[in-house]
């Protein structure tokens, strides 16, 4: 399963709304750190700005170490060079959604 933040595998921290008398589904957390954002934003999770700029970033970042390579033909990257790239998006892209919810909560 998923964190329901920031969508790494989670670790067994879990948001069960029945246990605070509301209704919803159970969420998912990798961390203490997404959980505390679960439990800000009450169990609701839907897209929004912070999703979009987090992409926006991550696309940024990625587009950045793309040109550090200076090599376009991903064909001819080695599997460094693209677990690297996977690292810089999905790292960007999770602490700008984290960053986000904890500087201007959406509720």
Partial sequence: MLCDICRRDYRGFGYSPRLTRQSGPDLWACSMRCLDIIGRLKGMIDPNEHEEAALRQASALGGEYVE???????????????????????????????????QDPPF
């Fill in 68 to 102: 550090s390579l200076g090599r376009t033909n991903l064909a001819q990257w080695s599997e460094h060079e693209w677990s690297t790239l996977i690292d810089v998006v999905v790292t960007a892209f999770q602490d700008h959604l984290r960053d986000a919810y904890t």
